[in-house]
């Protein structure tokens, strides 16, 4: 069971005065959503380590080294070809084929990462059920606290949201 | 957001007044997707019916191709490398520029890609999917192709790495997956945008599908925006290496005007040169056909303008340095080459190469050919004409002039070159304009952070 409170802003600014204030006066923070990614943000949710580049680098030089030990195993052992009296392990030659294709490998590890990190895909959170909650991906600016449990303190947090500019306050359960 | 609500400086210059707020950006770039009977599209359907009609002539050309073998081409036995190749180089040249807009701008922190970036790259996408094919159409036996992928194989075969074949293969292939991937992230909230505001049942589930649910949360936009960065700074390098590699298809040769070590950043400029002029043009398009004059200005232009003069001068230098090796190396057949690529019998073509691709950018000096886009779309159009007779001479002069002076022999086009050149621009129209109807031209999310003093500090 988890319960929201989410309020809606007109501009980014207000936003982000909410957030730190919701955070400085102890609200628990859930999340915090708008058109356009606000630098501060991930600070404010304590949320800015990431390991996806780490990934990326992983991925993508495991398939390198994988195409690049290809090329060895079956330009020197399974299929040598004297081409002119060149090396059979040509390692000039055979740098681009890795180098492209590990590229790509890191990309594709970090797309995987990323949808894998976020959640993605899910086309449905519980989120969407709020008659106006389309408009974050549009013109809003939205902030999600985790609600509090007695009654009074919610009803404090919605007013105290209020206070700070917020034009809705929704309560959700789910 | 509103206008009086300190716009900041380079929200000003990048766009017009009529698109500084964020739900004029949302509006005026989801229109041509969702709200369509706004305005008649009849230039829509005549482009539309032209560049079909023109896919048509491709298929059919390259239904004959196959049906009776490339001796349809002017090639012969010494100019074995005729307009496929030419148009190879030129369209994976154009497919370059739509990923270095957005990579290398990225990094560089040019706002101003903000309103290009998103149909250069389609630019890209489409340019190389056409180069892509152009390699098998000139192979005499396409149906091996696919004895470039390295697997196991009954016939116990390996393919020969060293051979530049197969680092085309790879780099163009990595290349156009990269690129997807790099062009749908970036669509990723545009789509669950057009998903929010679409009001049509069956629009709004196809957007929700490939928006795969986002919903603007900080934590994704953080970790989209690790991402994003990091491909940028991925795919710097890859462009550069794909057309390198290209440079290498020639320069690995050992033929008089191809074995230059120049060759690989000669081509990664000319690539840049002619897929900013492509960039030009459909800018122009968009702006004008979608109703976009307040999010691509003249501002755009000038830049872009300012783009093609640097890249102008690179090229000149490029040639001039092709001649003067030619000279200092002393060596017969690249001296006899370069005379013949001046007085030679394709003389014509060249001259005019060197009139479009190194003087008539020279026009942008002035402010005023800068802001004029008629003047600059003209010019870009010159520009990526003079590329491609630079492609198609790279190709014909070297192969007409080699070393063995009993081989030399002239190239003549057919209309079966024609045809597949001009069908192969029709196909990418056709695309172009598909993609025009479906997906959002400008990325909207980063035309809104435009706006957005917060999002910036």
């Known amino acids: 069971m988890t319960a929201m409170l989410v309020a809606d802003f007109r501009e980014a600014g207000a936003l982000t005065r909410a957030a730190q204030w919701a955070k400085a006066a102890g609200y628990p923070l859930a999340d915090a959503f708008s058109p356009f990614p606000l630098d501060g943000m991930p600070a404010i949710l304590g949320d800015t380590s990431t390991r996806l580049r780490a990934w990326m680098f992983i991925g993508g030089f495991a398939v390198a080294a ?101 034009e809705n306050v929704w309560e959700l359960e789910w | 957001m509103n206008a009086a609500a300190g716009i900041p400086r380079e929200a000003e210059r990048w766009t017009e007044a009529g698109a500084r707020s964020i739900d004029a950006i949302n509006d005026i770039v989801s229109a041509p997707l969702i709200a369509r009977g706004r305005w008649t599209w009849h230039a829509w359907w005549i482009a539309f019916a032209i560049s079909l009609a023109l896919t048509m002539v491709m298929a059919v050309t390259v239904v004959w191709l196959f049906a009776t073998g490339i001796g349809v081409f002017g090639v012969n036995t010494t100019v074995v490398w005729g307009f496929p190749i030419a148009n190879y180089v030129w369209w994976i040249g154009i497919g370059n520029a ?45 149906l091996y192709f696919y004895w ?27 290349y156009l997956l990269f690129s997807i991937l790099f062009w749908y992230v970036g669509l990723i909230p545009d789509l669950a945008t057009l998903r929010d505001r679409a009001r049509a049942p069956l629009v709004r589930t196809l957007f929700g599908i490939f928006a795969l649910g986002w919903r603007g949360s900080a934590r994704h936009w953080h970790t989209l925006q690790v991402y994003h960065t990091t491909m940028a700074c991925l795919g710097v390098p890859l462009v550069i290496s794909l057309h390198s590699v290209v440079g290498l298809d020639f320069a690995a040769s050992l033929m008089p005007g191809w074995s230059e070590t120049i060759f690989p950043p000669y081509f990664v400029v000319g690539a840049m040169y002619s897929g900013f002029t492509m960039v030009i043009v459909l800018a122009a398009a968009v702006r004008w056909g979608l109703r976009m004059q307040a999010l691509i200005t003249v501002e755009h232009f000038e830049v872009m303008a300012k783009i093609l003069l640097a890249a102008s001068v690179v090229m000149t230098l490029s040639y001039a340095a092709e001649w003067f090796s030619a000279w200092y190396g002393g060596e017969v057949a690249e001296r006899r080459l370069v005379a013949f690529e001046f007085t030679g019998d394709y003389r014509l073509l060249y001259w005019f190469m060197l009139l479009f691709n190194c003087a008539i950018a020279h026009a942008f000096w002035f402010r005023a050919a800068r802001r004029s886009i008629a003047a600059v779309v003209v010019i870009a159009i010159f520009i990526n004409v003079g590329m491609w007779l630079e492609r198609l001479l790279i190709v014909l002069n070297t192969l007409s002039h080699g070393y063995a002076v009993g081989m030399w022999r002239l190239f003549a086009p057919t209309t079966w070159d024609f045809l597949l050149l001009f069908g192969s621009l029709g196909f990418f129209a056709l695309l172009y304009l598909i993609f025009c109807r479906v997906i959002p031209v400008v990325s909207m999310h980063e035309t809104r952070r435009l706006l957005s003093a917060e999002a910036q500090q």
């Open chain 1, 66 to 166: 994988l195409a690049y030990a290809i090329e060895f195993w079956s330009a020197v052992y399974d299929y040598p070809i004297d081409s002119g009296g060149r090396p059979l392990h040509s390692w000039p030659a055979f740098v681009l084929f890795p180098f492209a294709i590990g590229i790509f490998a890191a990309a594709l590890t970090g797309f995987i990462g990323l949808l894998a990190k976020c959640g993605l895909p899910r086309l449905h959170y519980p989120l969407f059920d709020i008659e106006g909650f389309e408009r974050a991906t549009q013109d809003r600016f939205m902030l999600a606290l985790h609600a509090p449990v007695r009654d009074a303190d919610k009803r404090s947090a919605v007013a105290w949201l209020k206070q700070a500019g917020a």
């Open chain 2, 148 to 174: 470039l992928v390295p697997y196991p194989n009954t016939m116990a075969l390996w393919p020969q790495w060293r051979s530049a074949l197969i680092w085309d293969f790879w780099a163009i292939s990595s």
């Open chain 2, 98 to 142: 739509g990923t270095l807009i957005s990579s290398m701008l990225v990094l560089m922190r040019q706002h101003w890609r903000a309103s290009i970036n998103r149909f250069a790259e389609a630019m890209t996408l489409f340019a190389a999917a056409i180069a892509g094919l152009f390699p098998i159409l000139h192979l005499g036996r396409p």
